[in-house]
T-cell receptor, first 116, second 114 residues
Framework: AQKITQTQPGMFVQEKEAVTLDCTYDTSDPSYGLFWYKQPSSGEMIFLIYQGSYDQQNATEGRYSLNFQKARKSANLVISASQLGDSAMYFCAMRVGGGSQGNLIFGKGTKLSVKP | KAGVTQTPRYLIKTRGQQVTLSCSPISGHRSVSWYQQTPGQGLQFLFEYFSETQRNKGNFPGRFSGRQFSNSRSEMNVSTLELGDSALYLC?????????????FGQGTRLTVV
């Protein structure tokens, strides 16, 4: 079964420090993509970063990087130099390719709170 | 480049009524998918459209339906509303329905059923 697991319901981090949000996934399909989204209290899902299953290097986008460990089936999000505006829900998602499915499968999310 | 636009942003409906939500994808994107987000169930996939055809469907009752127009705009309809349909409905836009590299969301429509 295809599944995304985020084991941290809530996390706290001090402003300007780095934080890692955990995500593990399960799929038997060799072709898949992994996404991270940020959802502030306003509700909009903001795309942060993408990692393809065949990508050799870990994805990076500004202060966001994805620690992709394929053998462990993990795709942790690292946020460097946390800012107060980073306080939000963070969702890890997977999209499986090569078949009829184009939809995203989401984890339950992690609520990140950045302390001043 | 305009993002994904969902209208309306907020809706309050009464049990038994029906509702139609709209989603305009990013220009050039032809795939639109819909998700329901509730505190209890999280984010659940409803359906996905590409080139006016439903390509994939989640596990929701037939009261939930959708369609896509030739300009790629999509609507979803919920008939005979129930209290449990209260949720944030999000739509996502992609270039291609099987593209693995992008999915951008709108701000969502928050539906409250009373």
């Amino acid at each position: 079964a295809q599944k995304i697991t985020q084991t941290q319901p809530g996390m706290f981090v001090q402003e300007k420090e780095a934080v890692t949000l955990d995500c593990t996934y399960d799929t038997s399909d060799p072709s898949y993509g992994l996404f991270w989204y940020k959802q502030p209290s306003s509700g909009e899902m903001i795309f942060l970063i993408y990692q393809g299953s065949y990508d050799q290097q870990n994805a990076t986008e500004g202060r966001y990087s994805l620690n992709f460990q394929k053998a462990r089936k993990s795709a942790n999000l690292v946020i460097s130099a946390s800012q107060l505006g980073d306080s939000a829900m963070y969702f890890c998602a997977m999209r499986v390719g090569g078949g009829s499915q184009g939809n995203l499968i989401f984890g339950k999310g992690t609520k990140l709170s950045v302390k001043p | 480049k305009a993002g994904v636009t969902q209208t309306p942003r907020y809706l309050i409906k009464t049990r038994g009524q029906q509702v139609t939500l709209s989603c305009s994808p990013i220009s050039g994107h032809r795939s639109v998918s819909w998700y329901q987000q509730t505190p209890g169930q999280g984010l659940q996939f409803l359906f996905e459209y590409f080139s006016e055809t439903q390509r994939n469907k989640g596990n929701f009752p037939g009261r939930f339906s959708g369609r896509q127009f030739s300009n790629s705009r999509s609507e979803m309809n919920v008939s005979t509303l129930e209290l449990g349909d209260s949720a944030l409905y999000l739509c996502a836009s992609s270039m291609n329905w099987m593209t693995n590299t992008e999915a951008f969301f709108g701000q969502g429509t928050r539906l409250t059923v009373v």
